[in-house]
């Protein structure tokens, strides 16, 4: 460090230094904000990080737009008149540039937010520079006595020949169309996610998964029908593959090698979701005696505090609780209120926390599964289950079905795992999150009156 650097003359002094403007970083500045401290934000990209711009927001509007493709070619088979040839077609590019829109007003409100409560924002890459310091790429230095490490995390590409050349999921969100074929390689939620979008919006897809299923963290039972779901859809799914090399031929297109040898069909584009890994390699960390784990998570405690005094980490870079936006935010918030706002004992409740694959249909989830909760309690475990086609499913005649399942246990029926397949399950799962949280027991849900005629009511009437 450069004589300038070391004179405390030459650093802004602030009460919070946060690597990171996303999800997670902007809840810790926004908050202390709001506790009155002087707080500095170091992010060299876009506002809103990888949610924002190249995951749950761009994502969902891409859900969305295959959604109502599927509900307009469903509307034929209800009695709507469509074009004489029988096609409505999706102006891709067009609705690139209202998401974009979209997008851009998330940034405006985070500006104007800083702008209101005072913080300062540096656009520029910062590094851990010793105890209580940070050094900008740009020149600036910053002092304080408590820093919050939140860059998160990015797409992994396999370590396999040829893998430059395919795309990962920040490239899917620059594409203006629907390749004619797809591959997708992996079996997580961000490849089930892609997969059933780039159906929707016209193209064949084909998922090459490792394991003999998808989504190993949900419910098995599930899966199981989501994995129907999408085959009636008309995605391809290829379980137990191993890649060994992706090859391109002389007419540009992609080829899949597999470690048995075989060599796939041609792709125009094969698809990584492989995995994320945090984004810690070059911010410092030996200067402060931080060593991240063999997955580059930094370590932290139940407090979110990492062996290095002042120094935190929350979001995807620690490895604690699921890798979800909101995870991200309340721990920040909480975080921030232990240290500057009175609040000894806030820190992140990463028990039963809701989330959802927005699959088609969505697929929610909180608490344990079936295979979970007979691990913990055995024989004294209760699964009520309900298979059904959803109304508009049955009027158009359609084969796609929803599964609800509710895992209980004990002779109260205590609630410890809800798992819903179906069309608004990710708007259902919520409140009954809320519920599950509080302890509540299928008697609970027998004693609530029915809302008919709805897929949500299957919840209150599983017996």
Known sequence: MSAAQTDDTALLHVDLVVLGGGSGGLAAAFRAAEHGRRVALVEPGALGGTCVNVGCVPKKAMWLAADLGARIAQAAQLGFALPAEGHVGFDWPKFITDRQRYIHGIHDSYRKRLDRDGIVVLPARGRLAGPGRVECDDGTCLAAPHIVLATGSSPQRPDVPGAEMGAVSDDFFAWCGAPSRVALIGGGYIAIELAGMLQALGSQVDVHVRDQRLLRQADAEIVEQLQENYRQQGVNLVFGYALEALRRGD??????????????????????????????????????????????DIPVDAWQATPAPGVYAVGDICGCGPALTPVAIAAARRLCDRLFGDKPDAKLDADNVPSVVFSHPPLAMVGLTEADARARHGDDVHIYRTNFRPMREALAESNQRSLFKLVCVGAERRVVGLHLLGDAADEILQGFAVALKRGITLDDLHDTIAIHPTSAEEVVLLR
Request: hydrophobic residues 35%; charged residues 25%.
């Open 251 to 296: 007419d540009g297109r992609l080829r899949l090698q597999a470690a048995d040898g075989s060599v796939s069909e041609v792709y125009d584009q094969v698809l990584f979701a492989t995995g994320r890994r945090p984004n810690t390699g070059d911010i410092g960390l030996d200067t402060v005696g931080i060593t991240p784990d063999a997955n580059g």
